[in-house]
């Protein structure tokens, strides 16, 4: 299965007693009620609530293994796993999905997003294979960086065509948030009108939870340690309709600095933007720009956001030996629909 980058720092608010919270039945005569289904999925967790006549748990299983088929870098059958391999395979909708989106935003981030990153978070130790989280050898990163970038490597006709056969993809940074977009498709396909969809803290949310309220959402509030441990919320968003998604360099550290890597350079980055937050019109978008952010740093995230047109971003940036909260232009406008 996908374990997806540790990028977990949104996590639905729990207010009151599980129990009636997630479970809400208006009758037992076939009207609709909330469901809930919980578990363990690419490395991480979900937490799925909706409300629905009929339970469509099976129907979210389908989707989700049809996403570990397509895109799992984990999944030796999977469509991704054989175009690294250099299988002849015919890529399908999920694949070809999440290609034109890394494309875009590969575009947008002049760069700082590329999916052909993969040997180097390989090398970094943050791959399939854990690795060692190695010291800095520049020569052997000159070498990998030689089958990096983004114009190696072409969709034509349902198949991948690479120009050095060492290229590889890893689609983990948008792995969590285009899942997240399959479920939400299964749930209104359904007639689901009220859903909450979260994978590893990416969101995809419309309408109300079981009380009629809109959905409460905590953005978690960084330590300026590189433990890892949260304690507080920065702010809490009481949403209707949003796709939202975390991207936070403190929570996983090598001896280099964070998880995400610059494509562009070969390196871990640890700019002083500690954690992006983003809220745009899919969840795989929100997921790519937050990545993007994390290797862009402040001035140049809030332009990306800025020139992307349907998101909103907010920066939790390190300042010195404190933490200062930045927001683009559409932050309040987005969050207050």
């Known amino acids: 299965m996908i374990q997806a980058n540790p990028k977990h720092t949104i996590a639905p608010m729990i207010g009151v007693a599980i129990a009636a919270l997630l479970l809400w039945v208006w009758d037992s005569d076939g009207k609709p009620e909330y469901r809930t289904h919980q578990g363990p999925v690419f490395g991480t967790y979900y937490n799925i609530r909706y409300e629905a006549k009929q339970d469509l748990e099976t129907e979210i299983q ?65 791959g399939p294979d854990k690795g060692e989280g190695r010291m800095a050898n520049g020569e052997r990163i000159d070498s990998i960086m030689a089958f990096v970038g983004f114009e190696k490597v072409q969709l034509i006709n349902h198949h991948i065509v690479k120009a050095d056969p060492r290229v590889q993809l890893d689609g983990g940074a948008v792995a969590k948030g285009q899942a997240c977009d399959m479920i939400a498709a299964v749930l209104r ?97 929100a997921d790519a720009l937050a990545t993007a952010c994390m290797v862009l740093g402040e001035e140049e995230a809030l332009d990306m956001i800025d020139r992307a047109g349907d998101a909103a971003c907010l920066l939790i940036v390190r300042e010195n030996d404190s933490l200062r909260v930045v927001t683009s232009p559409k932050w309040e406008e987005m969050t207050t629909k």
């Open 62 to 126: 389908a989707a989700l293994q049809d996403f570990d088929n397509s895109l799992s870098l984990f999944n030796p059958h999977s469509i991704l796993s054989a175009v690294n391999a250099n299988r002849d395979t015919v890529t399908n909708d999920a694949f070809e999905t999440m290609f034109a989106e890394a494309t875009r935003v590969h575009e947008l981030s002049h760069g700082a997003f590329d999916i052909t990153v993969a040997p180097l978070v390989n090398y970094w130790g943050f």
């Open 189 to 285: 396909d359904h007639g689901c009108r009220n859903y909450l969809v979260e994978i590893g803290g990416e969101l995809v949310l419309h309408g109300v939870n079981a009380q009629g309220q809109p959905w409460s959402i905590g953005i978690s509030k960084p330590t300026l340690s590189n433990d890892g441990v949260e304690t507080d919320y920065q702010e809490i968003l009481h949403l209707t309709d949003a796709c939202i998604a975390t991207s936070g360099n403190y929570r996983n550290f090598n001896k280099a600095g964070g998880h995400t890597i610059d494509p562009r350079k070969g390196y871990p980055v640890q700019q002083t933007v500690y954690s992006a937050t983003i809220l745009s019109s899919t969840c795989m978008r």
